[in-house]
Structures are given as structure tokens and as C-alpha cells.
């Protein structure tokens, strides 16, 4: 079985500041681990995703995340934050391709002037 | 760019009744999925589907459900009798190239 804790349901950070969103997985199997962003009302869009290649992977809107395999963890960064970064943030693991998706709880942040 | 279309955007039903949601997943594409998020809480998987039958599905998925591709383009799912409980948003998903594509979400209002 796996699982996904996303620590902190609510993270606010002031505009400019750095994002951290932590993630930590549990996979019997090498994982393939995502973010998703879901804005208010709208479906869940892909940021970016490890799938057993370089351990540091760039995603969309300047986020990225690092697996670290003996942490567990797949936390999710973005140097300078920006108003329209404010959204809920889903990590997820799959135990491979064409497989089912087991999220986290998700994370909201919300982003001060 | 091709992406997961899903219909209604918003389905009001009455308890015990029958609901159908829709969706159309990317062309190419072999794997598709039925999620569910309901409201404050977090996304959960209910199928797959491939090769025109399931190959896996959770708990939730229970004797209510049901899934079917009917043609070449659509893939449903099937509420048979609702249940307050059963209210959520309902996300279609379907895969290419290690991604899972997810469509915008029926939100289901069961009365």
C-alpha cells in the first residue's frame, strides 16, 4: 500500500518570499511521485513529476521539487512566491506507470502583498 | 493541445436517483481513471479502466458503481442509486507518457 502526508493543510508566505510545501511518501516500490495545482473551481494540472530519472526535477511556473529516497520526501520549492500561486497543492505516488494515483491531503497556499 | 473533457460541469440529483457523468479522455491515450474529491477533503481513487475492462478499483467503488466505455471516445460513469454522501466533484483522468491528465471535475449536488 502507499501513502502521502502533506504537512501543513495551510502554508501563507509573503509575495516574493521562498515556498516550501513538504511532501513525504511511503512505497513498497520505487515510487513515481507528482504535484498538482488545483486552482478554485478547476480540475488538477500537472507541476511536475519523478519518475526514476535525475532526482531534482523542474516543473511548471518556476516550482521544483527534489526526491530524496532516504528522507522519503518529495517537498515542493519555488524561490519567490506570486500572487497567482495561491492554490491547493496535491502530492501523489503511483507505483508506475499507467497506475492509480494516491494523493496527499493537499496543502492551500496563500500568498500576502 | 488535446486535454480530458468532462460533462456536466454541475449535476443536481435527488436521492436514489440514477446519475451519469461523462468524459471524453485524450485520443491517444489507453488508461483511464474516476477520482473523487469531496468537499474540504482529499482527491480519492475509485477505477481504472483498460483494455475495456477495470483493472483495479477502491472500497468506494461498490455495486453503485459502474464504469463503460460505449464508443471510441467516451468513458462514463454510472451512479445507480445515489446517495447524499455520494456528493462530490468527480475528476476523469486518463494517461500519457507517465502523466495522468485530469479533466475540470463534475461537481455532484445529491439532494
Known amino acids: 500500500a502507499q501513502s502521502v502526508t502533506q504537512l501543513g493543510s495551510h502554508v501563507s508566505v509573503s509575495e516574493g518570499a521562498l515556498v516550501l510545501l513538504r511532501c513525504n511518501y511511503s512505497?513498497?516500490?520505487?515510487?513515481?511521485l507528482f504535484w498538482y495545482v488545483q486552482y478554485p473551481n478547476q480540475g488538477l494540472q500537472l507541476l511536475l513529476k519523478?519518475?526514476?530519472?535525475?532526482?531534482l526535477v523542474k516543473g511548471i511556473n518556476g516550482f521544483e521539487a527534489e526526491f530524496k529516497k532516504s528522507e522519503t520526501s518529495f517537498h515542493l520549492t519555488k524561490p519567490s512566491a506570486h500572487m497567482s500561486d495561491a492554490a491547493e497543492y496535491f502530492c501523489?505516488?503511483?507505483?508506475?506507470?499507467?497506475?492509480?494515483?494516491?494523493f496527499g491531503g493537499g496543502t492551500r497556499l496563500m500568498v500576502k502583498p | 493541445e488535446p486535454e480530458v473533457t468532462q460533462t456536466p460541469s454541475h449535476q443536481v440529483t435527488q436521492m436514489g436517483q440514477e446519475v451519469i457523468l461523462r468524459c471524453v479522455p485524450i485520443?491517444?491515450?489507453?488508461?483511464f481513471y474516476w477520482y473523487r474529491q469531496i468537499l474540504g477533503q482529499k482527491v480519492e481513487f475509485l477505477v481504472s479502466?483498460?483494455?475495456?475492462?477495470?483493472?483495479?478499483k477502491s472500497e468506494i467503488f461498490d455495486d453503485q458503481f459502474s464504469v463503460e466505455r460505449p464508443d471510441g471516445s467516451n468513458f462514463t460513469l454510472k451512479i445507480r442509486s445515489t446517495k447524499l454522501e455520494d456528493s462530490a466533484m468527480y475528476f476523469c483522468?486518463?494517461?500519457?507518457?507517465?502523466?495522468?491528465?485530469f479533466g475540470p471535475g463534475t461537481r455532484l449536488t445529491v439532494l
Open positions: 519523478y519518475t526514476s530519472a535525475a532526482t
Open positions: 512505497s513498497s516500490v520505487p515510487p513515481y
Open positions: 483522468a486518463s494517461t500519457g507518457q507517465n502523466e495522468q491528465f
Open positions: 485520443s491517444n491515450h489507453l488508461y
Open positions: 479502466f483498460y483494455n475495456n475492462e477495470i483493472s483495479e
Open positions: 501523489a505516488v503511483s507505483d508506475g506507470a499507467g497506475n492509480m494515483l494516491t
